[in-house]
């Protein structure tokens, strides 16, 4: 039987897609780093392992295909995808799936974007067969770049992203898990189907919320100042502000049709991701 490992399923996109493969009847693995979050889900074979630790290869011993969502943002966040990738080879996996980043280069605006090339890379020199699902910014963590007064701060400009919904993600993770084969070797880009500015992101949550919400285009000294409260290494404060740099320049602005193709439905709109996170559903 052709065994499914997740890392991920403690979060928004691995649990749906945990829930979705679940509900096929698909029995999993679920690679977890604290086994009392992980999901109750029926046949599920838990197995306690973070990135970086020996115990991986373990865990992962027996798995045909592994999904391999990123790790926390962490100055040593490559070396545990790295790390992660040759535990998957030593244990016999075949393939692995990775959610990695639209436009993911050695030279991508938003810094930890050349963390998911360089991961990417990685995995295809590791003989290992590969798929790779490349995401842009969430549509659900959007609202969250706000400050208390309802302000999104940064250098920006009128550039567009195309947010996508984390439960798309998650669905298309599960369609690919289905049959993971039919998917070796393939690239795809998860997007929205709309690209939007910060402006137009204010306008939505104004007028979904009731809440006054705005945007300041900040310079790039103005974006360290207003961040300095927060006391983060300067790699962190570069990833921040390069989410906004990047956007800016353009590098998120692709709508790309393949979670359309994939799903066969169209992609969740901003408003409509924002509309379901705020519901009881979502909430839960």
Known sequence: MTVIALTGSTG?????????????????????????????????????????????????????????????EAADRLDQHRAFVDAAVAAGVRQIVYLSFVGASATSG?????????????????????????????AEILPRFADDAGIIRGPAGTGRVAAVSQRDVGAVIAHVLGEPREHMGRSYDLTGPEALTFDDVAAILTHMTGRPYSFVDESIDEARASRAHFGAPDWQVDAWISTYTAIRDGELEHVSGDISRLLDRPATSFDEAIAEQASPAGRA
């Not at 749906?16 to 046949?43: C, N, Q």
């Open 110 to 138: 938003f810094t930890l974007g050349r963390d998911h090339a360089a991961t990417e890379e990685h995995i295809r020199a590791s003989g290992l067969e590969w798929t790779l699902l490349r995401d842009n910014f969430y």
């Open 12 to 72: 928004a996109v691995g649990g749906t897609a945990a829930y979705l493969l679940a509900d096929a009847g698909i029995p999993l693995r679920l690679l977890v780093r604290d086994p009392e979050r992980a999901p109750r889900l029926p046949g599920a074979d838990v197995r306690q392992a973070a990135y970086g630790q020996d115990k991986c290869v373990e865990a992962l011993a027996g798995v045909d295909t592994v999904f391999m969502v990123s790790a926390h």
